[in-house]
């Protein structure tokens, strides 16, 4: 389990490196690092990938059973949304079947799935050897929201680079909180023209 000390220790560090360093001179790899160090003494379980379900909800293999988790702390396009099937490939392609990540569970949410953290123990990126946390490679590639707003920092560099949601402008781009709520004629309205 993540304690909310753990959960407002990675929010305190990630904002008091944002005043230190000006929100502007945060690079992608700072908010990966930060995100390392601050996580380092969460308590994560091994578990397999059974199945990837979308962008930010897997099914897990612990032990003898299954669970269904969702990523904490981030949200990623619905599968009907515009960059939904690009996001949720994205990850099948980080998360196969059967591969083992590490899990830090926080609880259950309203519809009984279990929170908690993936973090990926065969590093993408320069790490040292430390795992990645999934969450922060989706926000850094440009596949997922940060709810946070002291993480959103990290929002900044693909919306200016244009990757991922942001391949056809921020116009495109839909809050999922808010894709749930359209209407089906709005949903057609927002679904992008943008081709991939």
């Not at 959960?7 to 230190?20: K, R, S, Y």
């Not at 380092?40 to 669970?67: K, M, N």
């Not at 244009?162 to 927002?190: D, H, I, M």
Request: hydrophobic share 45%; proline share 5%; net charge positive.
């Amino acid at each position: 389990m993540i304690s909310k000390r753990t959960i407002w220790g990675v929010v305190g560090g990630l904002l008091a490196g944002a005043l230190a360093g000006g929100c502007a001179g945060i690079r992608a790899d700072d908010y990966l690092a930060a995100s390392l160090t601050t996580r380092a003494a969460v308590v994560a379980e091994a578990a397999r990938v059974v199945r990837v379900i979308d962008a930010d909800t897997y099914i897990l293999l612990l032990g003898l059973s299954t669970f269904r988790l969702r990523l904490l702390g981030v949200d990623t396009p619905e599968h009907d949304q515009a960059f939904g099937p690009q996001a949720t490939d994205s990850v099948t392609r980080m998360l196969t079947p059967g591969r083992v990540v590490l899990v830090a569970k926080s609880g259950l949410d309203l519809y009984g799935r279990t929170l908690g953290a993936v973090l990926l123990p065969t590093a993408t990126v320069a790490a040292a050897g430390q795992p990645v946390p999934l969450d922060s490679l989706l926000v850094v590639r440009g596949w997922a929201w940060a709810y946070d707003p002291n993480r959103t920092v990290a929002d900044w560099a693909p919306q200016q680079a244009g990757g991922g949601l942001w391949k056809c402008g921020a116009a495109e781009a839909v809050l999922p909180k808010f894709w749930r709520s359209f209407t089906a004629q709005n949903k057609r309205r927002y679904q992008g023209t943008c081709s991939w």
